[in-house]
């Protein structure tokens, strides 16, 4: 399995500001992705980001928001825009492993005041 | 499209009991399902797979999953409760597209809290 870190691993900011979180893999990847873990909620898959190719959002996530940067196969950054208190959250990356499943980071716990 | 459905939010047990929790999934296309657990202020770590395999799966942890296609049911079990087991566990299951190729991206149940008591 992946070994994945995350940078920072939390962080407390003022609304208004924007804050990037970095994601680093121990070995070159395809595909990286990026999800939302709301207080209390389950995990909701933000975008897929493809070293080379814009990254693919879901619904309901926009570029402007959460712009994703992937410049080579290890390393992938996440940048969380114009914050707002609803953008609390834990914030994960992970790669996938060769049968689908999925290996994570250890997560970046974001409040914003 | 592939949905995941975790019955119970919260679940408790006693030291040494058994522990059962359900997952039940839909899926157009045989699925691939996955047991995560989450620790407080920690990552998920993957407990358990199912890639159309045997059908009984073993993970870590003492942990196994059955996974039963007529019931569409992955229910995670574990015959005997430790206190190290509370924590919070996810069933997910693999999206595929109408052809039947990966997406490479879960979707997650609403994850159930595991308590154990003394």
């Known amino acids: 399995s992946a070994v994945i870190s995350q940078k920072p691993s939390r962080d407390i900011c003022q609304r208004g500001t924007s804050l990037t979180i970095q994601c680093q893999v121990d070995?070159?990847?395809?595909?990286m992705f990026w999800y939302r873990q709301q207080p209390g909620q389950s995990l909701t898959l933000i975008a897929t980001a493809n070293q080379g190719s814009e990254a693919t959002y879901e619904s309901g996530f926009v570029i402007d928001k959460f712009p994703i940067s992937r410049p080579n196969l290890t390393f992938s950054t996440l940048t969380v825009s114009n914050m707002s208190p609803e953008d609390s959250s834990i914030y994960l990356c992970s790669v996938e492993g060769s049968y689908n499943e999925q290996f994570f980071g250890p997560g970046t716990r974001l409040t914003v005041l | 499209a592939q949905s995941v459905t975790q019955l119970g939010s919260h679940v408790s047990v006693s030291e040494g009991a058994l522990v059962l929790l359900r997952c039940n999934y839909s899926?157009?296309?045989?699925?691939?399902l996955f047991w995560y657990v989450q620790y407080p202020n920690q990552g998920l770590q993957l407990l358990l797979k199912y890639t159309s395999a045997a059908t009984l799966v073993k993970g870590i942890n003492g942990f196994e999953a059955e996974f039963k296609k007529s019931e569409t049911s992955f229910h995670l079990t574990k015959p005997s409760a430790h206190m190290s087991d509370a924590a919070e566990y996810f069933c997910a299951v693999t999206t595929f597209n109408a052809g039947g190729t990966s997406y490479g991206k879960l979707t997650f149940g609403q994850g159930t809290i595991l308590t154990v008591h003394p």
């Open positions: 899926s157009s296309v045989p699925p691939y």
């Open positions: 070995s070159q990847v395809t595909m």
